[in-house]
């Protein structure tokens, strides 16, 4: 029996719509939860969406829509390519942990985050190398964070429910 390790970009056609439906999720979590996720270990997590929204068309002849500056989500614009059938493929995030802060673009397709801005330098950082050292920490941790909420995602998604549960609750926010 022979397996065939599947490449991204194959990957990013076959599943990166799940990636499309998780930036949706959190934007319909932030507006209806207040953005605040628990995460396993007790780590508790915000979230909101912040001033770039990157719809994807409803089909190969049809343009993208982005929307920038200001609250993009709380837009007519952004209702109307929701219910229009676009999917959200890039969204820029704010998340912060305890007294950290990350603001960071998610693509939606491949799970990969861009223009990243870690938190501050806190003010133990004495040397080039301790810099790194926390910068590097804060990578880390970022990347759990958003993993970890792909995680609790995925688990909700997967539910045998999800169609009748919150499939239908995120489609009623998305008409409303």
Known sequence: ??????????????????????????WFRWETTGGEFRLPGG???????????????????????????????????????LRSGRRLKKARLLLAEGSRQWSATLDGASLTLLGVKLPEDSEEVESDQDRTTERAANWLALHELVQALYGQFLRERLRPDYLER??????????G
């Open 1 to 26: 029996m022979s397996t065939q390790r599947q490449g991204k970009g194959e990957a990013q056609d076959t599943h990166g719509f799940l990636g499309e439906e998780f930036l949706t999720w959190l």
């Open 43 to 81: 780590r508790v997590v915000g979230l909101a969406l912040d001033d770039f929204l990157l719809f994807a068309a409803p089909s190969e002849d049809e343009t993208e829509q982005t929307l920038r500056r200001g609250l993009p989500t709380r837009t007519a614009e952004a209702r109307t390519a």
């Open 166 to 175: 919150v499939a239908a609750e995120q489609a009623q926010w998305m008409a």
